[in-house]
């Protein structure tokens, strides 16, 4: 079995649990060659074992088991993308154009990011394709569960979930190289998305549930609701904020088209919803599916 931890803590590993020995001491100790150790293992080339895993962090006397993404099988080089492979094979179910799939989408715009790395023998590099959701660990566990679920019944795959050691932020991991494809097809690029300038789907703006399900999706990942000012205590406000500009106007566009109207976009970053017979109307017809935002609108209605 192969463990894959978050990028960098597999060399932290290694230099916490090296401390003050040198390579050749601990090599000894962790019965490895000494090259292999100080050399791929150390600079990531190769993920470490289960079994090296766990003694790593008996020596270094750190539990790093909030950093594992995945746990992979011995021959995940012919499966999951490692050197003798073409990359990822984890098939998926291709989806239909649907609501589901547009909310999905919709949050990858807002808090998602998409990662297309070719393999490389000559770089020793490992073939990564994975879409990856960022949320705060103490208010969107639960969302992070339902987009899990969601995306299970799109494409057919299990994701992974893993936290930022000592912060809280927490991921949602989707690892196919199909998969990554199928956004690519879409127009959503991997890599930066502000340079890319990737944004919403031609196809999305076909159907009105899909531009309100797409919207949920932004809304729940780069939204917030909140309270005007303290003078207009009982006013509330839905914003988005994202600093991708194509994004934003494609955003505020799909707001528009369903007859909302919403604020010119201020300092290239943010609009807002402001009027209350507006909110109450988004609430009604799109809603939220992160629980966040509920839990706020209710404690701001309770006051």
Known sequence: ??????????????????????WTELSKILEIPVNYLSGDLRYEKVLI???LFG?????SGKNYESCVLEILEDNWGKSKGGFNS????????????????????????GDGHVHYTKKSLKARKIGVYQIRI???????KEYHNYLGELSKLLFGINPKYACKNGKNERYLFLSSRKLVEFFMGMGINPGNKIVNQSTIPKWVYENREYMKACLRGLIDTDGSIHRMSKRDFNLLRISFTNHDNKLLQDTRALFVILGYCPSKIINNRNFYISGQGEIEKYLKEIGFSNKKHVDRYKQFKAL
């Open 1 to 22: 079995m192969r463990v894959r931890l978050n990028e960098g803590k597999q060399k932290e590993l290694i230099l916490l649990a090296r401390g003050n020995m040198g």
């Open 134 to 140: 960022t949320g705060d660990l103490r208010y969107e």
């Open 86 to 109: 073409q990359g990822s094979t984890i098939d998926i179910k291709i989806p239909k154009y649907s609501s589901e799939l547009a909310e999905f989408i919709g949050a990858v715009l």
């Open 49 to 51: 074992s289960k079994k």
């Open 55 to 59: 003694k790593l962090c008996e020596i």
